[in-house]
């Protein structure tokens, strides 16, 4: 049993590239104020963090002209005719959203991503290194994580191990909870002894603990860099327990303003009342605040709180903005803040999972009781003590967990919204056009269906419509489904009266990239939430899939097996469509009649769903054998299962049962 390590250090926040362990500490507070506010939301004046904003200005001084101006130079990805120094001068404005869905997710968002790195010549245009903003969420905040802590390595070396200082790379041939497998249970012991022996440190140092800190020690195994093939099972080398999500500001992309703004999404809760029943349609309401993490602050932009903690003081209780003991250090782990971001197990319900699941989790909970959580730690959330205790927001808004000691904290898609797109719909961000890579596990064959965009529109309509906007999408998913819309990249809110994004009455182009069966070679990209581990050979094909997938775009339903060669043109001319409009540009010939096809309206549905039922009838007639229509009592009665999120958790159960009976 370790001492407590209630060690008091005086002076500022210690932002270290590694701290000792994985136990946080307690410091001096400093004199200056914890909380940051965020502006009114609903008085259209939002300010950025003060640190985010120096960030985002040496990166739009140094870097980033720079290299829209060779984007848009660039012939090889077509012309879009419009000045450059215009455009440029006007600050085009790209964030790129990863979707959760465990490592179906972190693979597709990682494979999609790697057709925009601009090292690698064969892609569409190096969005990955003109995006100001790159947000994750569960599983794609792994990936996110990932890169901005490996300090950008090209996406193919940092995932396999290739040509990367880190054999094995994300070292998914081994099990995230199982690593010998299901039937290996000594190295799987050991492996848990070294995980409990970090949390254990946690939890003596007098901070409360669940199921999410050993969760989030074994995805630091895989998504950071310390783990390697060789020293996986040994408990002399380092395995990340000390890494720290701000040291993110140490990686040289980072310090040169080279790498977008990595963001991570999540939700909260108020407490276990807040679950899934069946009625509900999702396990969080989408009223509660949805959360975001970056290297600097933790916090919200929503009117429902409008405010931060900077994150290296995440840890620290406070109540109305003052602390109640000393101040904490250390409690922004990487490993913790991406299981933070993939919290989910409190989504595992008697009622929906049934008893089996239900023992599973007792077991769990078991090892957790066994490591003397503090008082007051809840198991089945990720526990923050909560900064924001007593909080009052602006006028006419409340904080709904204000009343908690402990911040209980869970996946970023609970809430239905399975991209990290509230981040990016902040006005301060002011952000043009959000690529959304769509990994989610909507479908019964585990591909997306447009169930996180409808649940973010709900969200924006029902909450949030005070403060930002969203653009029109069809309805529901069976209109996303029947215009063809979960099948190939479509553009949302091509146009708009006036591209000021920082009024809140305007809303950014969304780039939607759904995983999808007919744009991907089948079974290469739809693997079930339930899967931890992955086979070398699947992670490479998995990559290619995407990856040519994301370079092909929606090739001409006459020749299917065609790519869309004028892709890397449109994309390019939606991604600066807001800068033209600002520049006072008219669109080019050329750029109109690639948003003509790649834009969707209202206007244009049902023309979408005759095309969509012709192609099928088209593809039907030519390959009778092939009928996708026996899903039939398959699907589960939720309009928002979490993007296959339940799955994830009932696997890392399964896993964990090798390791606890
Ligand atoms: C935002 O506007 C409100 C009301 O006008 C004002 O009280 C507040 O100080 C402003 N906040 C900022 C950050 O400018
Ligand atoms: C891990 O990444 C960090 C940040 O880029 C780097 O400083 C360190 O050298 C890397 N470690 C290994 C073992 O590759
Ligand atoms: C570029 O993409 C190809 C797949 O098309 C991949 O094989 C290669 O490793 C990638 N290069 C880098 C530097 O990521
Ligand atoms: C490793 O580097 C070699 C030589 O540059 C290249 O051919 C190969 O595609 C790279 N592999 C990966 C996975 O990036
Ligand atoms: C949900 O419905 C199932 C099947 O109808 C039922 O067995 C279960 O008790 C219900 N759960 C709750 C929480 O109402
Ligand atoms: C889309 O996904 C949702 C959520 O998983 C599911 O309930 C619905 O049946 C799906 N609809 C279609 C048309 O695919
Ligand atoms: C993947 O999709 C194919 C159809 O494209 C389907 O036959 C297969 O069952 C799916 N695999 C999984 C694991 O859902
Ligand atoms: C939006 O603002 C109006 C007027 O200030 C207010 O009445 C309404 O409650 C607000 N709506 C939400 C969802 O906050
Ligand atoms: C904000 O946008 C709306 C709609 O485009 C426009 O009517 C309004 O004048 C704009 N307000 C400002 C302050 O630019
Ligand atoms: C575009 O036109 C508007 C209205 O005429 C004007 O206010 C703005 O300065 C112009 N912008 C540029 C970049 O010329
Ligand atoms: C956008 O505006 C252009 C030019 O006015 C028009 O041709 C096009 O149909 C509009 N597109 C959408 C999706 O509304
Ligand atoms: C769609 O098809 C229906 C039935 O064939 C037809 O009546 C309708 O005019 C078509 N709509 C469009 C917009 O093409």
Known sequence: MLQ?????????????????????????????????????????????????QTYMDKRRNDVLPDLWRSYLEDSSTGSTGYSASDIVNSQPNLGIAVSGGGLRASLYGAGTLSAFDNRNSSSAGGLLQLASYLAGLSGGSWT???LALNDLEPIYALVTGENSSRAGGWLLDRDILAPSGLLGFGDNSAYYQALEEDVRAKAAAGFPISITDLWGRALAYHFLNETTEENFYS???????????????YAPTFQSGSMPYPILATTSRIDESQQ?????????????????????????????LAAYIPI???????????PTNSCVNYFDNAGFMMGSSASLFNAVQEGFVGATFSSLLSNLLQAVTDLDPPEGSVALVANYPNPFQSYQPFTGYSFES?????????????????????????????????FAVD????????????????ATAQKVELYSHNFTRFPDIPHNQQEFVDQGLASRPTFFGCNVSDANMANYSNYPIIVYHPNSAEATPAGSTNYSTFKLSYPDEEVITFLNSANEYAKRGYPDPATPNQPDEQWPLCLKCAIVDRARQRANISRTDACQSCLDRYCWSPEI??????????????????????????????????AFPLGGLVGAAAAALVGGLALYV
Not at 235 to 249: E, M, N, P, W
Not at 277 to 301: C, H, K, M, R
Not at 404 to 432: C, F, S, W, Y
Request: aromatic letters at 4%; charged letters at 15%; hydrophobic letters at 35%.
């Open 235 to 249: 408990t002399d080398a380092a395995h990340d327990q000390g890494t720290l999500f701000s040291s993110i500001r």
């Open 312 to 322: 290296e003081y995440l840890g620290t209780q406070l109540s109305n903005g003052q």
């Open 144 to 146: 996110v994580t990932s």
């Open 276 to 304: 899934l029943t069946n009625d509900s349609t999702s396990v969080i309401p989408l009223e509660n605040t949805a959360f975001e993490i970056t290297p600097y602050t933790f916090g919200s932009f929503e009117a429902t």
């Open 605 to 638: 549905a049902d023309q979408l769903v005759n095309a969509t039922q012709t192609a099928q009838n088209n593809s039907a007639a030519a390959s009778p054998s092939s009928s996708p229509d026996d899903s039939s009592g398959a699907v589960p009665a939720l």
């Open 4 to 52: 407590p390590a209630v060690l008091t250090v005086a002076a500022a926040a210690l932002v270290a590239a590694q701290a000792p362990s994985y136990a946080p500490i307690r410091v001096d507070c400093p004199s200056d104020p914890l909380l940051g506010r965020l502006g009114d939301p609903t008085q259209n004046n939002q300010t950025l963090p003060p640190n985010e």
């Open 402 to 434: 204000s009343g908690n000691e402990i911040l209980q904290v869970t996946d970023g898609g609970e809430d239905g919204q399975n991209l990290p797109l509230m981040p990016l719909l902040a006005k301060a961000r002011a952000v043009d056009v959000i």
């Open 439 to 454: 990994g989610s596990a909507d479908t019964e064959f585990n591909y997306a269906n447009g169930t996180s965009l409808v």
